[in-house]
């Protein structure tokens, strides 16, 4: 398809549409819109992780050049409901709204000092003199775990789940393991950290928001404030980057609306990427006890996941890592559990494929080593257990093709070839390891709404009040759009990231393509009607008196489909019309769609070549193949697996957020110690669909992918860790320290 094609538009690899306004700097984010007499707060951080302000002295701060206000505990205003938004998440949180004096985490919020240049705020918040009362702090995990609380849910499943008769499973192994695996905090580091512009309007507020939920923004901002919903306003045209961070409010959202208040101005907060660390979430650490069993021929018996991980003093918040384990394989016995543990850190929050990408690496571990156990291949040991329907509660699922991907991978990685035992092969002072594991992650969809508008020059304005965070969204809805009206893509125009268009759910959970993308498919089947009617009734056009039902629009054309000569453009209707053509759908999910699970799969295989003497660990290449319905853009469905991947091994090999069990500070807040990939780090990563269109999902086939690629990759480099050198690492991330201890 070039760029003005229309008829196949869907999985075209169509460039971004909106890659020249990011290329050439036109797109702007959210710290870029700049109101008339646009002021800057600067955040004030806790410096200890647990007890009371005793002071807060801003006389010097005050007085410093450019200064216009500070908001602390002591002046700022009462809220309802102590500030506790009564919007659940993922949009609300609990927050740090400087309703009382107590520090619950380091780097929890305590004062914003607002300037006329950010210049000025920064070095007046340096002046801020804030004196503690300490109380002892709960840091260390491990010393904690014996006060961990079942949540009230996990993933909105029960914290406990069980099926079968677990005993009885356990009792019919023949080959048992028992393993307990770790992972770290780590951090979202997006390009663009969290920012917001607030600007009142006598009682109306626009929040400029860097944000992956405008609509859960307002209203959790209004809730929060106490004012009615219709008076805010969240804009959001660019995202650079949300990976979960960006799907709920912070406190800087709300701070930043109370000081514009305060100041009568419009006030900006940009989050800097050490306060990234603490205030914004992070993915919270996990201690997963999994335990399997089978029989001698590999049939798995049972199932065992216990997740332990942590959450703030104050909020609950579920790293719900089992979900994966109740539907992945075919064990007829099983019982997963999930409990928290508190500490004095800024609550977690969803980091991309939360749950599945900490669960996968323990389940895929678990697996590997049972099937050393076994002495059965890997591969061999996944599809003999390979699952027709979830385990927990018996759902056949809409799709599923993971079959496919195991046999595509393994040809395309030459799993064939691999030597059974470990530390087989050698390559000069390099020991080579093969492993792999499963992904899988939830199709999930939500009810969604759309507008489409025939323009007075023949062009289609679509819109939805969604969010795109890099992932494509404009692309890919332009594509849905200019398909099913029978339009060139460069005759759509498609918005998107403000309130005042048609409400769009989070784009989280992987969902806005599956669930914004049959809204935008139902309005434009809808104007598709509205102008094929008003053509053939219209007595100016050349379609007029055409049976309704042979009219169609082909390539921006109205066509009479039985006489070629009978056709006219798009922009001749709507000169015509003279005001704007307009249709707005909402598209949900089946009332009965909760009787199947939805889920996409895939298949990854792994090499690592490990310095016998260093340890040091390279990935020359990862080979995945993925089972996630019809694809929307060739291109754009690529780089969202490919960066899964290499956030897969950046979690395998590189990510941890560290902090100091004295102090309770996180001592690593900063890209030079907080390790993420560059290039270097990363080589060959392959990675090829089975397009199977899931029909039973919705109209569209499609299946979101934006957190599957991170699922499995850990887990295939651990197994590919253990195979090159004997050596198995069950605690993330798998660092050289630990291999040549
Ligand atoms: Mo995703 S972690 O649900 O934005």
């Not at 920012?195 to 309007?201: D, I, L, P, R």
């Not at 559990?337 to 678990?366: D, I």
Request: proline letters at 6%; charged letters at 20%.
């Amino acid at each position: 398809m070039n760029d003005d094609g229309w008829a196949d538009a869907i999985g075209a690899p169509l460039d971004r549409t909106d890659g020249p306004q990011k290329a050439t700097g036109a797109a702007r984010y959210a710290a870029e819109f700049a109101p008339d007499k646009l002021c800057h707060g600067v955040m004030v951080l806790s410096t200890i992780p647990r007890g009371r302000i005793v002071s807060l002295d801003t006389s010097r701060a005050q007085h410093a050049p450019g200064v216009l206000f500070i908001l602390t505990h002591r002046n700022a205003p009462v809220l309802p409901h102590h500030g506790l938004a009564a919007v659940k998440p993922p949009a609300g949180r609990v927050l740090s709204l400087f309703q009382d004096d107590v520090v619950h985490y380091d780097r929890q919020p305590i004062a914003v000092v607002v300037a006329d240049t950010f210049e000025q705020a920064t070095a007046a918040a340096a002046l801020v003199r804030v004196t503690y009362a300490a109380q002892p702090a709960v840091i260390d995990f491990n010393a904690a775990k014996p006060h961990a609380h079942k949540p009230k849910e996990a993933g909105r499943k029960p914290p406990d789940v069980a099926w079968g008769d677990p005993a009885a499973g356990e009792r019919a192994a023949e080959v048992r393991i028992d393993i307990t695996c770790t992972t770290p905090m780590q951090n979202h580091n997006p390009l663009e950290p969290h920012a917001t512009v607030a600007h009142w309007e006598g009682d109306r507020l626009t929040l400029y928001d860097a944000t992956q939920y405008v609509s859960g923004v307002r209203e959790t901002v209004a809730k929060t404030l106490g004012i009615d919903a219709d008076r805010v306003r969240v804009v959001s045209p660019f995202v650079g980057g949300g990976f979960g961070s960006k799907g709920s409010v912070w406190s800087h959202v709300v701070l930043a609306a109370i000081c514009a208040q305060k100041v009568d101005r419009p006030v900006k907060i940009v989050v800097d990427r050490q306060q990234m660390f603490g205030p914004v979430g992070g993915r919270p650490q996990t201690s997963q006890r999994i335990a399997l069993g089978a029989t001698r021929d590999g049939a798995l018996t049972h199932v065992r996941h216990d997740v332990l991980s942590h959450t703030s003093e104050f909020e609950d918040f579920v790293e719900p890592s089992a979900l994966i384990t109740q539907m992945l394989y075919a064990y007829p016995h099983g019982s997963t559990t999930h409990r928290l543990v508190k500490l004095n850190t800024g609550t977690p929050t969803f980091q991309r494929a939360p749950g599945e990408a900490t669960g996968s690496f323990a389940l895929e571990v678990a697996l590997d080593e049972l099937a050393y156990a076994l002495k059965m291949d890997p591969l061999a040991l996944r599809l003999k257990n390979h699952a027709e329907k979830t385990a927990d509660d018996g759902k056949p699922f809409t799709s599923k093709h993971l079959r496919e991907c195991y046999a595509q991978a393994a040809e395309r990685f030459g799993w064939s070839r691999r030597p059974a035992a470990p530390r087989s092969i050698e390559r000069g002072s390099m020991l080579v390891g093969w492993g792999m594991a499963t992904a899988s992650y939830p199709a999930n969809r939500m009810g969604a709404s759309a507008r489409a508008v025939l323009q007075p020059d023949g062009t289609i304005l679509v819109q939805s009040g969604s969010q795109d965070i890099g992932t494509g969204t404009y692309t890919v809805m332009t594509q849905v759009a200019a398909e099913t009206l029978g339009v060139p893509v460069s005759h759509v125009h498609f918005e998107l990231g403000d309130t005042t268009l048609p409400q769009a759910p989070v784009s989280g959970g992987s969902m806005t393509a599956a669930s914004v993308g049959p809204a935008v498919q139902a309005v434009c089947q809808k104007l598709r009607g509205q102008l094929v009617d008003r053509a053939v009734a219209d007595a100016s056009s050349p379609l007029h008196g055409v049976p309704r039902e042979r009219a169609a629009i082909d390539g921006g054309w109205l066509v009479a489909l039985d006489e070629s000569h009978r056709r006219e453009s798009l922009s001749a209707l709507a000169g015509r019309a003279g005001t704007p053509i307009e249709a707005t759908a909402e598209a949900k999910p089946a009332d009965d769609a909760k009787k199947l699970a939805a889920h996409s799969f895939g298949a990854v295989f792994a090499e690592v070549h490990v310095d016998r003497d260093l340890g040091e660990i390279r990935v020359p290449r990862v080979v995945a193949t993925y089972d996630v319905g019809r694809r929307l853009n060739a291109k754009t469905a690529l780089s969202q697996l490919q960066g899964g991947i290499v956030w897969g091994i950046s979690m395998a090999l590189l990510e941890h957020t560290i902090i100091d069990p004295h102090v309770g500070r996180i001592v690593n807040a900063n890209l030079a110690e907080y390790h993420v990939p560059v290039n270097a780090d990363i080589q060959a990563i392959d990675v090829t669909f089975v397009d199977n269109p899931d029909l039973r999902f919705n109209p569209l086939g499609i299946r979101g992918i934006g957190e599957i690629g991170i699922t499995g990759v850990a887990g295939a480099l651990a197994n590919a860790v253990y195979h090159a050198t004997g050596r198995r690492i069950r605690d993330l991330p798998i660092t050289l320290d630990k291999l040549i201890a």
